[in-house]
């Protein structure tokens, strides 16, 4: 019975991670088709990025961009006040406090992502916020950074 189980698991995660990338790339074409059409470089509402990311939150694709899941990048944007510090418009500045935080899986990702793009996270010594200032992305500023 277990060994059904885990086949049927398997063979489910298959079949959804297929449609998931042709719905994937079918709204990509769309999209980029759409906006060489009529022009434009973003619009409200891209299929491809919810497809994708599962969500169109600015702050949430750019996690996971870099390498955090869904559920960490929700975790790590859910806490933004305390994980999350903002360099600029373009770019997401992480603090180091993300290494150690109660959330062992975003622990973790967050330790490894430091080994492979130490540039995200705030440079070492500066721990606890730094003085940098969190600020929410808009439309506007996620447009800039695509």
């Known amino acids: 019975?277990?060994?059904?189980?885990?086949?049927?698991?398997?063979?489910?995660?298959?079949?959804?991670?297929?449609?998931?990338?042709?719905l994937s790339?079918?709204?990509?074409?769309?999209?980029?088709?759409?906006?060489?059409?009529?022009?434009?470089?973003e619009f409200d509402n891209n299929w491809y990025e919810y497809v994708e990311y599962g969500t169109t939150e600015p702050v949430t694709i750019l996690l996971q961009r870099i390498g955090f899941t869904r559920e960490n990048a929700t975790y790590i944007r859910e806490h933004r006040d305390k994980y999350i510090l903002q360099e600029s418009e373009s770019k997401l500045l992480l603090s180091r406090d993300l290494?150690?935080?109660?959330?062992?899986?975003?622990?973790?990702?967050a330790n490894m992502i430091l080994l492979n793009m130490p540039e995200m996270f705030?440079?070492?010594?500066?721990?606890?916020?730094?003085?940098?200032k969190c600020r929410k992305l808009t439309k506007q500023t996620r447009s800039k950074q695509f």
């Open 99 to 109: 290494l150690g935080c109660n959330n062992q899986n975003v622990r973790e990702k």
């Open 1 to 22: 019975m277990e060994f059904r189980n885990i086949l049927f698991a398997d063979t489910l995660e298959v079949i959804g991670n297929i449609i998931l990338f042709r």
């Open 122 to 132: 705030e440079p070492e010594g500066e721990s606890g916020g730094g003085g940098h």
């Open 25 to 41: 790339n079918y709204f990509l074409r769309f999209s980029n088709e759409y906006k060489k059409i009529y022009g434009i470089t």
